[in-house]
């Protein structure tokens, strides 16, 4: 689900995985709480370009659990479809 920076003074420019250079991008990430998913939208994060990783900072983090825990508005609902794999 993407890694976390160890604070806000660490700069990355590495993928840790493959040595690929980070670029910053907006990203989508699925996020679980209390039994019920999130779809955060334009989050900020370091993506490898070579592999794809991506890295998350400390104020990325906060900002989700912020979107998760306040009573925020969504800005839509989706319909989502869970397939079981087993």
Known sequence: MGKRFKNKETIMNECRMCKGQ???QRVTRVQEYQGQWY???NLPALVCRQCGDI???PQ???RVIDLITSDA???RVEHVSVLDAS
């Open 73 to 75: 508005t969504p800005v």
């Open 55 to 57: 890295y998350y900072t």
């Open 39 to 41: 779809i955060i939208e």
């Open 60 to 62: 990325a983090h906060d």
């Open 22 to 24: 980070l670029e910053e």
